[in-house]
């Protein structure tokens, strides 16, 4: 069987310049949990899922454990942060998509999309035919075809009987078992495979895999940065974010802290990449853009005067490197400061 035989049509999709909350009426009004972003060929061009809606700023995130479905609400309160979120939040779907989506033609044996899906970890991969979106093969839909009864031909294969079922591959068998919650059947080793030389192969194997997942990891991470980055960069300071900024380190000074984190952005923002914040030299805020530069400029003019210092530092170093930065609204006193 091929992925256009067991694939489900009749897919939701969104366009790249859906904006956020549309997305998330699309997911809570087909009941999904992600969905492909399409161009206006039907090719594919990333997928969105619930964590990518995710809002960044913190409370908002712990407003709600299933916050996405609040969007919609009208029965229930909503919390005030999350509603101010959603007002503030311009990003459309092609900012916040996983890009790019891994997909199978459409006469893709059922066996390789179940060693696809195991290989890469996901749930779900859209089925392509001539680069346009026909449909989606979930595990769901390969774990119907493994429950599906079987002829006798397939269960005890006598000759080479091109209309039978295929048996499940161990991929497909470990992703039941997974599905279900289940550790995968045991595997039993031949003879040949009890000697150290085996055992090492395997451990190197595990090593390969593991490498292969942190690069995949990180290759993601980078492309969401760089995103972030350009849409910060692009974007400018707004009346209503300033006040939201301002309110909730009036909140944080209630609880007895003497800074507040006023926005965390990736070094690409900065002209030199963070290396001026983390030196730190003096003139690190001549490096700052955007977003970054706007909040200097509102805090030089409005604030600065009354005694509020603005203090830049650097939030973590992947590989190394300066990462995500921060600007920190201070009442108390630093060195790392701009007076």
């Known amino acids: 069987m091929k992925a256009r035989d067991v694939m489900t049509?009749?897919?939701?999709?969104?366009?790249?310049?859906?904006?956020?909350?549309?997305?998330?009426?699309?997911?809570?009004?087909?009941?999904?949990?992600?969905?492909?972003?399409?161009?206006?060929?039907?090719?594919?061009?990333?997928?969105?899922?619930?964590?990518?809606?995710?809002?960044?700023?913190?409370t908002a995130r712990e407003a709600r454990r299933d916050w996405w479905l609040q969007i919609l609400s009208n029965g229930g309160e909503v919390h005030p942060d999350y509603l101010q979120f959603m007002r503030s939040d311009h990003r459309t779907a092609a900012q916040i998509m996983v890009s790019?989506?891994?997909?199978?033609?459409?006469?893709?044996?059922?066996?390789e999309i179940a060693d696809i899906l195991f290989e890469n970890k996901i749930k779900r991969v859209p089925v392509l035919r001539e680069g346009r979106i026909?449909?989606?093969?979930?595990?769901?839909?390969?774990l119907k075809t493994?429950?599906?009864?079987?002829?006798?031909?397939?269960?005890?294969?006598?000759h080479d009987d091109g209309t039978a079922l295929p048996i499940a591959?161990?991929?497909?068998?470990?992703?039941?078992?997974?599905?279900?919650?289940?550790?995968?059947?045991?595997?039993?080793?031949?003879?040949?495979?009890?000697?150290?030389?085996?055992?090492?192969?395997?451990?190197?194997?595990?090593?390969?895999?593991?490498?292969?997942?942190?690069?995949?990891?990180?290759?993601?991470?980078?492309?969401?940065h760089h995103r972030q980055a350009g849409q910060m960069l692009a974007s400018h300071l707004t009346d209503e974010a300033w006040e939201r900024m301002m309110h909730n380190a009036r909140a944080t000074?209630?609880?007895?802290?003497?800074?507040?984190?006023?926005?965390?952005?990736?070094?690409?923002?900065?002209?030199?990449?963070?290396?001026?914040?983390?030196?730190?030299?003096?003139?690190?805020p001549a490096t700052l853009r955007g977003m970054a530069a706007d909040i200097y400029l509102r805090w030089k003019a409005e604030l600065r005067p009354h005694g509020f210092t603005l203090a830049a530092r650097v939030v973590d170093f992947p590989d190394g490197i300066p990462g995500d930065i921060g600007l920190y609204l201070s009442w108390g006193k630093h060195d790392d400061v701009a007076h």
């Open 9 to 58: 049509t009749g897919i939701v999709t969104v366009p790249p310049d859906a904006p956020v909350r549309a997305v998330a009426e699309t997911l809570l009004k087909y009941g999904i949990s992600a969905v492909p972003v399409v161009d206006h060929h039907g090719a594919p061009l990333g997928i969105i899922s619930e964590g990518d809606l995710m809002p960044r700023n913190e």
């Open 146 to 158: 493994l429950a599906r009864p079987r002829p006798a031909a397939a269960r005890d294969p006598v």
């Open 134 to 142: 026909v449909g989606i093969v979930s595990r769901a839909d390969l």
């Open 253 to 284: 000074a209630k609880k007895g802290d003497e800074e507040h984190l006023l926005l965390r952005f990736p070094a690409e923002l900065c002209s030199d990449h963070g290396r001026a914040v983390n030196a730190p030299d003096p003139e690190w």
């Open 100 to 111: 790019p989506v891994v997909t199978v033609d459409e006469n893709v044996p059922l066996a």
């Open 169 to 224: 591959s161990d991929k497909l068998e470990a992703l039941a078992h997974r599905h279900n919650g289940a550790a995968a059947p045991p595997h039993e080793p031949a003879a040949d495979e009890f000697s150290a030389s085996a055992f090492q192969a395997l451990r190197l194997e595990h090593e390969k895999h593991e490498e292969q997942l942190r690069r995949e990891a990180k290759r993601i991470a980078d492309e969401k």
